[in-house]
């Protein structure tokens, strides 16, 4: 365990004093990512007024709160992406990584975790100009705020575990972009990513009730943004943690595999 | 050489080339049909609480969102790939080779690649434009359909001036390879028609990047709320988008001292 | 003594989907593919033991690197037994990776835009080096390889020797017992490459650790190894003293002679390869070498005449030639 803590350290070391030399290049990326929710911030914003100040629920300062809230999650949720798999097997750095005595995923999980630590502080500014464009509205508890903190980064995880399942396809084949497309699609409309689901109809509603998908966006958006209790807030951690737990379960079976396959035809 | 003899050549090239990875139409085509899906849930959610939104009827959306698929697949075969080649070429000193051959310069760089399977996105924009009539009941005359093709050829020549004034800029600034980035994400704002952003994001979709005259006023013209003026304001915008993007080229190119740099 | 690598009858075969042109041909093989089986080790078998270091030669394609991921673990064994200090590679246990490194010339480990320190204090954490071992090892080798003012400059500011340099210190921090080194000297200038072989004989030494080396460059392994190993087509060719390759493989020495009369033929001795002004030199079958020098020396005016091997490359380049021929 101490060793972990260890690594975990030193490799989040190692990410902030890189990242932190490509803060300009970082937050090209980030204003460039921005454009995604204001467009539908700004199409709601329109229904909304239309309708008399509200839509599904949500006011027009709700709307903003929600997608300014959404800058930071698919912050956080910005994971090794089955791509970045493709390429660390065909370049062979994979075989590098697995010389190590520590688990390759053990390492993505560590320099992500630390550009988070860069990301978050760069996003402080964004979210300050956001809502003084759009006036988002708040009513935030202490309770919410320490969910909250918690909660980004079981989405983070849970999106790494989901990502990392994905990449590992391309242990087996590399013609694989039309099943991320098709993954993206997917989550796109069930982890509230596009609107919040509280206005999806009603069975996609309960649909994403059994994926893990809404945890990695609705969920910790609506910590901040809706009106939960507590009792709902900690229940929701829990779900997190289970998803993340199933997900390393199901994560360490398929890698048993991957590895026969890689060791088989070649690295 | 003769530019239109040069394009087709290097276009027939490009086709060969694509011709070999059949299984990509396939991917192509599973990858519109999820663009499309997804857009479809976006426009029900939408009509599931309004009828119109700012003045547009669901069937005039969905021509909005074909335009801006064909575009989309404009600019991924033909636009992106060569301003994607040139920047790398800029980089890497290895734009000589263009530079030296007897043709125009700036034509050649605009005609070198051609991504062919990427069109699989022009049919099905024109699919779901089609789609898009039969469901507005109306007909398409042949003023309306003229000003449509007109204005889609504005914005694109517009919005392939945009992109090699920005490529331009890499032969003083090497690192713009995220402008592709920033670009896809401001071209997904033409989705929506451009009325609906407030005033300090239309003004920046207009004449900036302008996602509003390659896709909103194509989709104007098709709706019937295009009048000779606007047509007129866009042909005056496209000759100025053409003439600051090629003055923008040269003066790059003079500035471009080759591999040696 | 056990040794420390011991390799016996290992296979190691790939299947190869046989690719047809066309898009039918392209649909069928999503569903039956047809297999072609390339044999890349061919029950090859060998000991090492500790301390060694022992040259791994052969042509490109011949075998070597898939041997060593075979023994780093990265690789399934088709068939034989593999067996490292103890260990069986493909398990990948955590303690057999501790003690053990790969070391490939052209891949880089340590982060790009960061002064190589920084990325030492990872390796350190990711081996687990308790921290008094690690700062002696560390500051030893930056000594050894003279890096005490290169390790707080961003790695991308270095040149290319410099970052292998930097890169072998980062491989070989935790200390393994086992070295596997491929091509580690791939592209650098001739005192870059001195430098890592005079740095890889000193940790061998001083470690007494087991070094198994692939090298293109004939310089390193005469250097560095006693014993070399060579495989062709995934086979076995050679193994034993890299002196004794030169004498079974040689049949032919060389003779260096120099006359006073540049013009003299001397083609009826031997195959003249070079005529440099007054010097000459002929290759001469090894058993007529001392019946020519005796021929050469009475019937011309001889102001100097030497007898050499054939030099190591080229003795390597007739191994592999003679061996095609023979197919």
């Known amino acids: ?267 | 050489m003769n530019p239109i003899k040069l394009a087709l050549t290097y276009l027939r090239i490009g086709v060969l080339n694509e011709m070999q990875y059949r299984v990509n139409f396939f991917i192509q085509l599973l990858q519109s049909f999820i663009s499309v899906a997804t857009g479809l849930i976006g426009l029900s959610l939408v009509f599931g609480q309004v009828t119109t939104l700012a003045g547009w009827s669901r069937p005039e959306l969905l021509a909005v969102m074909g335009v801006h698929l064909l575009m989309g697949g404009v600019i991924r075969s033909i636009i992106q790939p060569n301003m994607e080649r040139l920047m790398d070429d800029v980089r890497n000193g290895t734009l000589d080779f263009a530079l030296t051959k007897p043709a125009d310069a700036q034509t050649l760089i605009s005609v070198r690649e051609f991504r062919f399977w990427q069109l699989v996105d022009v049919i099905v924009g024109m699919v779901v434009i089609s789609i898009a009539f039969f469901q507005l009941k109306s007909s398409l005359g042949i003023f309306q359909l003229l000003g449509f093709l007109a204005a889609l050829l504005m914005g694109g020549v517009m919005l392939y001036s945009v992109w090699l004034m920005v490529t331009s800029i890499s032969f003083w600034v090497i690192r713009v390879q995220d402008i592709s980035n920033l670009f896809e994400g401001l071209y997904a704002a033409g989705r929506w028609p451009i009325g609906i952003y407030p005033d300090w994001l239309r003004t920046g979709l207009t004449f900036l990047v302008p996602v509003a005259f390659a896709v909103t006023v194509p989709a104007e013209a098709l709706t019937n709320r295009l009048d000779g003026t606007s047509l007129l304001f866009a042909f005056g915008m496209t000759i100025l988008f053409v003439i600051f993007a090629r003055g923008l080229w040269l003066l790059g190119l003079s500035n471009y001292s080759g591999a040696s740099s | 003594m056990t040794p420390a690598i011991s390799v016996s009858k290992l296979s190691k075969h790939y299947k190869v989907p046989e690719r047809e042109g066309g898009m039918k041909a392209a649909v069928a093989s999503l569903f039956n593919r047809k297999y072609r089986t390339v044999k890349a080790v061919d029950d090859i078998s060998f000991s090492i033991e500790p301390g060694e270091i022992v040259g791994f030669l052969g042509p490109n394609g011949a075998g070597k690197t898939t041997t060593l991921k075979v023994l780093s673990g990265l690789l399934h064994p088709t068939e034989g037994m593999v067996n490292v200090i103890g260990y069986e590679p493909t398990k990948r246990s955590h303690d057999y990776l501790r003690q053990v490194a790969l070391v490939m010339g052209n891949r880089n480990q340590l982060s790009w835009d960061l002064p190589a320190i920084d990325s030492f204090e990872l390796q350190r954490a990711i081996y687990s080096i308790p921290a008094s071992e690690f700062k002696k090892t560390r500051d030893d080798f930056i000594d050894l390889l003279e890096l005490k003012d290169l390790v707080n400059k961003p790695i991308r500011n270095l040149s290319l020797g410099e970052r292998m340099k930097m890169e072998i210190v980062g491989a070989l921090l935790h200390r393994p017992k086992v070295l596997f080194l491929d091509e580690p000297t791939i592209g650098l200038d001739v005192t870059m490459q001195r430098r890592i072989r005079a740095f890889i004989k000193e940790y061998n030494q001083r470690w007494g650790a087991t070094v198994l080396l692939t090298s293109h460059y004939m310089a390193d392994v005469e250097a560095l190894c006693k014993r070399v190993i060579v495989i062709h087509h995934g086979q076995t060719l050679f193994d034993g003293e890299l002196s004794r390759l030169v004498t079974q493989f040689s049949s032919f020495k060389t003779l260096g002679v120099t006359l006073p009369n540049p013009e003299a033929d001397l083609s009826q001795y031997g195959e003249v390869l070079t005529r440099d002004g007054a010097r000459v030199t002929l290759r001469v079958a090894k058993s007529k070498t001392s019946q020519v020098t005796a021929n050469l020396l009475s019937d011309l005016q001889v102001d100097d005449l030497t007898v050499e091997d054939t030099p190591i490359d080229d003795v390597i380049d007739s191994v592999f030639t003679s061996t095609e021929e023979a197919k």
């Open chain 1, 1 to 267: 365990m101490k060793r972990y803590i260890d690594f975990y350290l030193a490799s989040m070391k190692i990410s902030i004093l890189e990242q932190i030399q490509y803060s300009v290049a970082n937050y090209f990326y980030m204003i460039g990512m921005i454009t995604e929710p204001v467009i539908y911030l700004v199409v709601w914003t329109t229904i909304a007024k239309q309708q008399g100040g509200s839509a599904g629920g949500y006011t027009v300062g709700a709307f903003a709160a929600y997608y300014i809230i959404w800058t930071l999650v698919r912050n956080m949720n910005i994971v090794f992406t089955p791509y970045g798999w493709e390429w660390r097997i065909r370049e062979g750095r994979l075989s590098m990584e697995l010389m190590r005595p520590i688990h390759p995923i053990h390492g993505d999980v560590a320099f992500f975790a630390g550009w988070k630590f860069v990301v978050i502080l760069l996003w402080l500014p964004l979210a300050a100009i956001l809502s003084w464009i759009f006036r988002p509205t708040f009513d935030i508890r202490w309770m919410e705020v320490i969910v909250f903190a918690l909660a980004i980064w079981g989405a983070y995880l849970i999106r790494t575990m989901l990502l990392s399942l994905l990449g590992m396809i391309t242990f087996w084949t590399t013609r694989v972009s039309a099943i991320f497309e098709l993954y993206f699609g997917l989550e796109l409309i069930l982890s509230g990513r596009l609107v919040p689901m509280t206005i999806m109809p009603a069975w996609v509603q309960s649909l994403s009730n059994y994926l893990p998908f809404k945890w990695t966006f609705f969920f910790p958006i609506e910590v901040l943004v809706g009106n939960m209790t507590d009792a709902q807030l900690w229940s929701g951690i829990c779900m997190q943690a289970l998803w993340v737990g199933s997900g390393i379960l199901i994560l360490n079976l398929i890698w048993g595999f991957a590895i026969k396959q890689y060791s088989a035809v070649g690295g």
